[in-house]
């Protein structure tokens, strides 16, 4: 087992109980205790310095669970997942201590220094920085896993949410596939982002619905994703709109009894019984090192940029959390832990 000498505390951003939200819980300390695992270290494991992590909506999701909260009680917990920075320590035969790494971590992120399994970790190419490789364990994931499998060179895409988190990676990731035509759904202040990472078209869904806007283009699309899933009205339509081969991939719902409503219908309601004409499926991204250094290549080749929209300091995570909440972010939201 890999030991390392390391300080009695660290600093992060952490909650015992979530009381108005995980924005004004999150408080910042500098007397962490390190996370378990760090020492001694398991087999499988690598102990990471963070130099920036990046927020998703899973991370305030999960923790304002009240099942979560009752569990917790009493507890102090770190949040976040995304992170990019430096091997500590490491039982994993290709890394090595000083090398830079970025993935998913095991323990949260928004910390000085992390816990990641090996499936969850991957080395980071030297032109890309910290800042950026934070963006991709999610967010760049998911955004890879829903387009890589289903787009062939040509394919015509429709992107729901494309001014988002993950909606900016998947516009990106569609023409790095060689996608021919992406179409991207967002507000119009937003239009111009989406165009600018390589969308052909742009449906404002504040100016004309756009089931009605694409029921009337007449454009058939071969992939749907759908960042958002609001509702289920654009699946039960998408055979106006979606090839009978193609498929409506949603990486999003609300946690709600509605929510929970329109992805079991959408799943499991029979073609024959008016269900959906598409075939549906919910994607969660699953971490893979491999999937990770393809994105990393992407993003060193520059087929793929992260949209970052602000750059907090991890004292100032709480107010990073609360923006995420409003739904309206342009891409990502990044926390400097230590920096470059």
Not at 80 to 108: C, E, I, W, Y
Not at 122 to 129: E, G, H, I, R, T
Not at 265 to 280: A, C, D, E, Y
Request: aromatic letters at 8%; charged letters at 20%; a positive charge.
């Amino acid at each position: 087992m890999s030991t390392v000498s390391l300080p009695s505390t660290m600093r992060a951003a952490q909650w015992s109980k979530i009381s108005g939200g995980l924005e004004s819980s999150l408080k910042p300390t500098t007397a962490a205790k390190f996370p378990k695992g760090a020492q001694p270290l398991g087999a499988t494991s690598t102990l990471v310095k963070v130099a920036y992590a990046a927020i998703n909506p899973v991370d305030y999701k999960l923790a304002e669970l009240p099942v979560v909260n009752r569990f917790l009680f009493g507890r102090t917990a770190t949040p976040g997942l995304d992170f990019a920075g430096t091997v500590v320590s490491t039982n994993l035969a290709h890394l090595k201590p000083g090398q830079r790494v970025f993935g998913q971590a095991k323990t949260g992120s928004l910390a000085e220094y992390a816990v990641v399994e090996k499936g969850s970790i991957a080395p980071l190419p030297d032109n890309v920085s910290f800042r950026d490789a934070a963006t991709i364990g999610v967010a760049g994931l998911t955004a890879y896993q829903c387009i890589a499998p289903y787009v062939k060179p040509g394919a015509k895409v429709l992107v729901n949410g494309g001014s988002g988190g993950v909606g900016t990676f998947v516009i990106q990731a569609a023409k790095a596939a060689g996608a021919s035509t992406v179409t991207a759904i967002c507000s119009g202040p937003n239009a111009e982002l989406c165009k600018s990472l390589g969308a052909d078209e742009v449906i404002d869904y504040r100016a004309e619905n756009p089931v009605a806007a694409l029921k009337r283009s007449g454009r058939q699309y071969d992939h749907v994703v759908d960042t958002v899933f609001h509702s289920a009205d654009m699946y039960w339509n998408c055979h106006h709109y979606l090839k009978p081969h193609g498929i409506y991939v949603s990486i999003a719902g609300n946690i709600s009894p509605r929510g929970m409503w329109d992805l079991v219908s959408v799943s499991l309601w029979p073609k024959w019984l008016g269900g959906g004409q598409r075939k549906f499926f919910q994607l969660m991204e699953k971490p893979n090192p491999r999937d990770y250094e393809l994105v990393a290549q992407w993003m060193s080749e520059g087929k793929i940029k992260p949209v970052v929209e602000e750059e907090f300091a991890l004292e100032d995570a709480g107010k990073a959390f609360a923006r995420l909440k409003t739904g309206r972010t342009r891409g990502k939201l990044v926390v400097r832990v230590a920096g470059e």
